[in-house]
């Protein structure tokens, strides 16, 4: 891919202490195919003066095509920002409409950006850019050399002689690549943490999901990943779940109809956690009939039903050995969780099981069946009020049931939204530290 080299000019540029000044050096260990130079007022006249930032560039050039290093020809642009105090950080907004025009233009190149040259202003001034803006840049400092040339220079225009002696051409006096990659994005990173736990904390993962494609750099990390499987299982797309977590310790059910149950039990419990009670209250009958079916088995369901236009009707005429079921259904009804109650109820007798599911039957009646009907908020006062049951006993009816009817189920995992939290928050702990 293209390497463009972004780099403001400074009194140690191109040369300086006998050495190599920052532009030079980021080019003479990166090799870009192009360099974008960045000058104040002054650096432009000594540029229209002797032409000496791209003289020194080609004689670099060429001197790693001598040794080996390239066969490319570098490309230098001359950019005058016309900064005449470059101090001044009002003066710095022409800098970050320049670095919009560059990368426009070099569109598939990877950037590079000198963030060592210049005013101390102008390097914190492009370091607010690149991290306000998240721009795909690497920001490179350039380490002074540990100690200067022994030749003595007294002029500006000594340039032309420092080059010739610069103690980076000689094996004896390099000091080896002093290029310091830095993520300026971890002046951001803190905040951006703070916002993704807090919207986690308030089960948001699709605000932190779009927050976190937005900041580009972490989309191949775990955290991404872990956040992608919250917002997918909230979703109940538990396909995208399996696919997604197999590099991560996300324990689920081993068997396909269980995860679907759990998937639907975690986020029942995900609506009181969010205070979402009509939601709740609507998502308890899917819940509650899917768990009936297989607690009375498909084969059952299937002996005493037909279907009529993809809607599956009990048939009244094969009821004779279901007592309770053939009492309370005396004509045409589609299979509901009102009726597969009185079948397990003839199948396994008045258990434990068919108590708890009587709270949810009770919760189904009174609450679900009116909220589904009517344009009605709904509290934990109105389930309450309305059928006796604070929203814990369904949440603990539908527990047990699952628990103490299907071994393949464990308690872990009903537990998904406190287990996936947990492993959102250590992953932003690691990438902390």
């Not at 293209?2 to 090799?31: A, W």
């Not at 907004?93 to 000198?114: C, G, H, R, T, V």
Request: with cysteine.
């Amino acid at each position: 891919m293209k390497k463009v080299l972004i780099s403001p000019i400074g009194n140690h540029d191109p040369i300086g202490k006998g050495y190599d000044g920052p532009m030079l050096h980021i080019v003479r260990y990166y090799i870009p195919d192009e360099i974008y130079l960045l000058l104040t007022t002054d650096m432009y006249q000594r540029h229209l003066k002797d032409n000496r930032y791209k003289i020194c560039i080609d004689w670099l050039n060429s001197f790693l095509k001598e040794k080996g290093k390239t066969q490319k020809y570098i490309q230098v642009h001359i950019i005058n920002l016309n900064i005449e105090n470059p101090s001044r950080y009002e003066s710095f907004p022409i800098i970050s409409q320049e670095i919009d025009k560059i990368m426009n233009k070099e569109k598939d190149a990877d950037f590079l950006m000198n963030i060592s040259s210049g005013t101390q202003q102008m390097g914190m001034a492009i370091g607010v850019d690149i991290v306000s803006n998240n721009r795909k840049i690497k920001p490179i400092q350039v380490a002074s050399p540990d100690h200067k040339s022994t030749v003595t220079f007294y002029k500006d225009d000594d340039w032309q002689q420092q080059m010739r002696d610069n103690g980076d051409n000689f094996p004896e006096l390099n000091q080896g690549n002093r290029c310091i990659e830095t993520d300026l994005h971890v002046l951001r990173n803190e905040r951006l943490f703070a916002k993704i736990e807090s919207l986690i904390d308030s089960y948001r993962y699709s605000n932190a999901l779009e927050l976190l494609r937005y900041e580009e750099r972490f989309n191949n990390t775990s955290l991404f990943t872990l956040i992608k499987v919250a917002h997918a299982y909230s979703n109940y797309n538990i396909m995208e779940v399996n696919s997604l977590k197999k590099d991560l310790d996300i324990d689920l059910p081993k068997n396909f109809m269980m995860q679907l149950l759990t998937v639907a039990y975690n986020n029942l419990v995900l609506k009181t956690f969010t205070k979402e009670y009509n939601e709740f209250c609507t998502r308890i009958t899917p819940l509650f009939f899917n768990l009936l079916v297989e607690l009375i088995g498909e084969e059952t369901i299937k002996e005493i039903t037909y279907e009529d236009k993809n809607v599956k009707y009990i048939d009244i005429n094969k009821l004779s050995k279901y007592k309770y079921l053939n009492i309370n259904c005396k004509d045409k009804k589609p299979l509901s969780s009102y009726y597969m109650l009185f079948l397990y109820l003839d199948l396994f007798g008045d258990n434990q099981t068919y108590k708890q599911m009587q709270i949810i039957r009770e919760v189904e009646r009174t609450v679900r069946n009116p909220v589904a009907h009517e344009i009605k908020a709904v509290s934990e006062k109105t389930i309450k009020s309305l059928s006796g049951y604070y929203v814990e006993d369904v949440i603990n009816a539908f527990k047990d049931i699952l628990l103490n009817n299907f071994h393949k189920i464990n308690k872990n995992h009903l537990m998904f939204y406190k287990n996936i939290n947990k492993l959102i928050k250590d992953a932003i702990v690691q990438m902390k530290s």
